[in-house]
């Protein structure tokens, strides 16, 4: 998993409430245990017609919003079933932060272990940032400090401190369990000596 620090970009606005993990990765792209090659897809039923061709007036289908790292969005995203896929999807398209005045809690926990920062602000701050969206101006991420800087203004951000370092280190669950590997092999070494008969090698 890709090390989170700090983040620059022009935020892309989806000011829609209730955006749900279908609407994010629809159902028939679920297929893939692959983490790579859902970006296409991601917001498909938005993003194209029933041709297959880009809907122009979609958000991320416009320039410079299709290179956006940073998405800022409706209250209670990622609500819906708990696939993994769309957080694979976001992080596939290049987006590695989304910022909302709230998340489903599944949703939420999947982004941290899969690289992407959620950041959760009241609605008076999320409409100042949407404003740097519609003015295709760059605001920053600042992980280690917990703010966002946009403009000469920043807001500070709060953040549960082991998910922070999991995304400063770049910790996935699997990354965490093989930090562990040593105390797991001494662990059996003991189990082994103490209780022989329950391996079968």
């Known amino acids: 998993m890709q090390k989170f ?4 970009s022009i935020p892309a606005y989806l000011p829609i409430v209730n955006i749900d993990t279908d609407m994010i990765i629809p159902k028939q792209f679920l297929k ?22 880009e809907i122009r007036d979609f958000i991320l289908n416009q320039n410079p919003f299709n290179n956006s790292k940073i998405l800022i ?14 957080p694979w999807a976001l992080l596939d398209f290049g987006i ?5 005045s709230s998340f489903a809690d599944i949703f939420y926990s999947n982004c941290f272990k899969n690289g992407i920062l959620p950041i959760v602000l009241e609605e008076e701050k999320i409409k100042e940032l949407s404003e740097y969206a519609n003015r295709k101006e760059e605001i920053s991420v600042d992980l280690n400090k917990n703010k966002i800087v946009y403009g000469n203004n920043e807001i500070k951000f709060d953040v549960d401190k ?14 965490l369990s ?10 059996e070494k003991d189990l082994k000596n103490q209780k022989p008969w329950i391996f079968n090698d």
Request: glycine fraction near 10%.
């Open 5 to 8: 620090n700090t983040l620059k």
């Open 32 to 53: 893939t245990i692959k983490r790579t090659g859902l970006g296409k897809n991601l917001f498909f039923e938005m993003r194209y017609d029933d041709q297959g061709k």
């Open 73 to 86: 969005a409706g209250k209670n995203f990622g609500c819906g079933s708990s696939r993994e896929h769309a």
């Open 96 to 100: 590695t932060c989304v910022i909302s």
């Open 162 to 175: 082991f998910k922070k370092k999991c995304l400063l280190e770049g910790l996935d669950d699997i990354a």
């Open 178 to 187: 093989l930090k562990k590997s040593e105390k797991i092999k001494n662990f």
